[in-house]
């Protein structure tokens, strides 16, 4: 595992490397260069412009500008934004960049379980109208226009309903005077929940080491999801910030809906027919010759292996799942990476842009690892090497 | 001589009819003239075609899919036709057509309206229209969008947009651009992935270790942020971006696909037969791996469109592309000029291109589908 690990992450540095090279490429090839976006006014004279060429190292030679461009981010330098002028880079970006992570996060997670769940269902019980239903809403689910379905969406449930806000993060009336700073009460939320997450992962894991019968480990597993969520609830609802709480909550419910299901639609369809692959296969049919039940054959034979191309799936979907988040974050006014990226592609803000994108990046290499991993857990034939 | 050996012999699997006349020809020792290969090709072709086509009628989406790609090639063709022989170009022309609903008011005295669908205030009016507008004077006031009609002199079947531009003449236009976006993009990836496929399968090595490698680094970009900061470096239009978008994905998650096809043939005993028969690298890889290849790569083209046409909708959406007129442009209208949360007081805005773009998508996608059954017979429903 270790040696796959490092040989894993040697790998990704060398995409990373690769990949901010394009970066770099493409800033280069943005017409004119950042001295004559700091300095537009023609009156200012030839020497004070070479003065900040100079100072910028825009004088020296390509190569050498490659190579500081390159250090300064693995520095962490990642220059200081024009249009949040004087923060730098690396804290706008490092500000948004857990709203974007939870935001990605949750929805991956809602669609992965609900779309597991119910793809296993319905090639279970194939044939059915619902399975017919469930595909067509599946289909369209995935080829829906994501920008316009996110309109809608917001329409329906944030205005003509109102169940839920109209975008934003925090509703800024309510805060003023609070004394309560969102992002860190955000950061706390973010921490809670990892928390609770990681203790039910370790129970869960000792329950499906050490329980002999299908359905009370079933009914244990659900018994501890719901306590470890009621004890979450319990925990904030003692807190002093409750309302803060419930109200950065109430604004993560919709985007979060709205990108789940749409990658719910493509994790159901995939689920299913990886389901009925494997319902064909002979270990299938060994597994009822031996007289197990209907459950146990469904979630322990066939699910389990249907789990391998879902994964899959999601390394394809990733850079798709990271292109919806740009266009929830706009949508949502959501404060996140994408949202930020937008308004510094408008405003041509070139380091914010480049930042934000080499950010991505990485956001996509960790997704890519984490998949594999997964994916060498899920599948013990694939040998690590 | 030895063409006419193999054209008789692959005429004999085509048609057993054939076959035994020209065998009987043969044992009287007659001169036996021979079909021409493009025949055989034909036929064996149609044959192929009609035996997939009924596999392909046995799935319904599939064939809704079609009906619905048909309605939007429909659309497409509609447009130039309507154009030049019903339609104003002054009026519906999509990009620069103009037309409103003009309603009459009456001026009345501030704090007197009774109707306000009719009446207008007097210090409303010559604040807005004209400082001079008198008590009692009757003004014309023009206004978009415009709801649909059908009757009048200028009937817009989905009204007008922001703008005061027909939305139908859009709608058509804008189906015209996302084919020719999801054609061009779907050729290009079609073209570099069987290329691509069958070299790296062919040649194994490092050619193959290269094209791979390169293919990971392209699963790995963020394809739409990239996309956008490249809209925002180079002015993009539709065949540049379809171009675009076929290199990254035939280069990226369709070379790979195609390769572990090609693979498979590659092992296969007539490509030995090919090769101790004297075919060189090319022959082999251009006349028997790419032919075998094809049906898979058509399969993913059908995705690759769906693809190609959402992400030029959300790359207009943004306002991002150098293109005159497309379904996300119409959003984008609808949007910047704040009808985003209008919902159904003007549902024509942003209900026809939005559900426009996704049942395109929705039909090249379930399209696939229905090939992805005829292609793999696991999926079939037996």
């Known amino acids: ?385 | 001589m030895a063409t006419k050996e193999t054209i008789r012999l692959e005429s004999e699997h085509v048609d057993d009819q054939l076959d035994t006349t020209v065998l009987e020809e043969l044992v009287r020792g007659e001169e036996v003239t021979a079909t021409p290969l493009w025949k055989i090709r034909l036929r064996l072709f149609r044959r192929s075609f009609s035996q997939n086509w009924g596999l392909f009628k046995e799935s319904k989406m599939g064939m809704v899919g079609l009906v619905i790609i048909a309605i939007f090639g429909l659309m497409a063709v509609a447009h130039p036709i309507l154009m030049n022989t019903v339609w104003d170009p002054l009026v519906y022309h999509p990009v620069t057509g103009y037309d409103s609903v003009v309603t009459e008011y009456t001026i009345v005295e501030d704090g007197a309206v009774v109707d306000p669908l009719t009446e207008l205030e007097l210090s409303e009016a010559r604040f807005e229209l004209n400082p001079s507008v008198k008590v009692g004077e009757l003004v014309r006031i023009p206004s978009q969008p415009a709801p649909p009609s059908l009757s009048g002199e200028h009937p817009h079947f989905l009204g007008t947009d922001p703008l005061g531009r027909d939305i139908f003449s859009q709608l058509l236009y804008g189906s015209r651009a996302a084919f020719l976006l999801g054609f061009v993009a779907a050729l290009t990836t079609v073209f570099i992935a069987t290329t691509v496929g069958s070299i790296a399968a062919y040649y194994g090595g490092a050619i193959d270790g290269f094209f791979m490698r390169f293919a990971d680094l392209i699963l790995l970009m963020p394809l739409l942020p990239l996309l956008i900061v490249l809209s925002a470096a180079v002015r993009i239009n539709m065949v540049m971006l379809g171009v675009f978008i076929g290199i990254l994905s035939g280069f990226g998650a369709e070379a790979i696909v195609l390769k572990s096809q090609a693979l498979s043939i590659r092992v296969k005993s007539y490509i030995d037969a090919a090769r101790v028969a004297g075919g060189g690298d090319r022959h082999i890889i251009f006349r028997h791996i790419v032919p075998n290849v094809l049906p898979l790569s058509f399969l993913y083209m059908m995705f690759g469109i769906t693809g190609a046409i959402t992400l030029e909708a959300t790359l207009s959406f943004f306002g991002l592309l150098n293109v005159p007129m497309s379904w996300g442009i119409m959003i984008n209208t609808a949007s910047t000029q704040g009808y985003l949360l209008s919902g159904t007081n003007y549902w024509w805005l942003l209900f026809p291109a939005g559900l426009a773009v996704s049942f395109l998508a929705f039909g090249f996608f379930i399209v696939g589908r229905g090939m992805d059954e005829v292609i793999n017979p696991r999926l079939r429903a037996r």
Not at chain 1, 27 to 33: N, S
Not at chain 1, 122 to 128: D, H, L, P, Q, V
Not at chain 1, 283 to 296: F, M, N, P, Q, W
């Open chain 1, 1 to 385: 595992m270790i040696k796959f690990l490092s040989f894993r992450l040697v790998q990704m540095f060398i995409l990373f490397v690769v990949f901010l090279s394009i970066v770099w490429l493409l800033l280069q090839a943005m017409p004119g260069d950042i001295s004559d976006t700091l300095i537009g006014s023609p009156e200012i004279p030839l020497a004070t412009r070479l003065e900040l060429r100079a100072r910028l190292g825009l004088d020296q030679p390509l190569f050498v500008q490659y190579w500081t461009y390159i250090t300064n981010f693995f520095k962490g330098e990642m220059g200081v934004s024009f249009s949040r002028y004087p923060k730098d880079v690396s804290t706008v970006l490092f500000e948004a960049l857990p709203r974007t992570i939870v935001l990605f996060l949750s929805a991956t997670v809602l669609a992965f379980w609900m779309g597991f769940k119910s793809g296993k269902l319905i090639a279970w019980g194939r044939g059915g109208k619902t399975e017919q239903v469930f595909i067509v809403g599946g289909v369209f689910l995935q080829t829906v226009f994501y920008a316009w379905f996110a309109i809608v969406m917001l329409w329906v449930f944030g205005f003509y309903f109102g169940w839920f806000p109209i975008g934003r993060f925090i509703s800024v009336a309510l805060w003023q005077g609070s004394g309560f700073d969102a992002t860190d009460v955000f950061e706390e939320m973010i921490l809670s929940v990892f928390i609770v997450t990681v203790i039910y992962g370790v129970v869960r894991y000792f329950i499906r080491r050490y329980s002999q019968n299908l359905v009370t480990e079933q009914r244990m597993l659900r018994g501890t999801l719901a306590l470890a969520v009621s004890g979450l609830f319990l925990y904030w609802y003692l807190d002093p910030a409750r309302t803060y709480v419930a109200d950065i909550a109430h604004h993560t419910m919709l985007p979060v809906i709205t990108l789940g299901l749409v990658a719910f639609g493509a994790t159901m369809l995939i689920t299913r027919s990886a389901m009925l692959e494997t319902l064909g296969e002979d270990y299938i049919l060994t597994a009822r010759a031996k007289g197990l039940s209907d459950r146990v054959i469904r979630d322990r034979h066939a699910a389990r292996n249907a789990m391998l191309p879902v994964t899959t799936s999601f390394v394809l979907a990733l850079s798709f799942v990271i292109g919806g988040g740009i266009v929830t974050e706009t949508i949502f006014s959501w404060p996140g990476m994408g949202l930020l990226f937008l308004q510094g592609i408008g405003v041509s803000d070139i380091p914010l842009v480049a930042g934000a994108l080499a950010i991505t990046g990485v956001l996509a290499l960790f997704g890519h690892l984490i998949a594999d991993i997964l994916y060498t857990v899920l599948d013990p034939r694939i040998r690590l090497t």
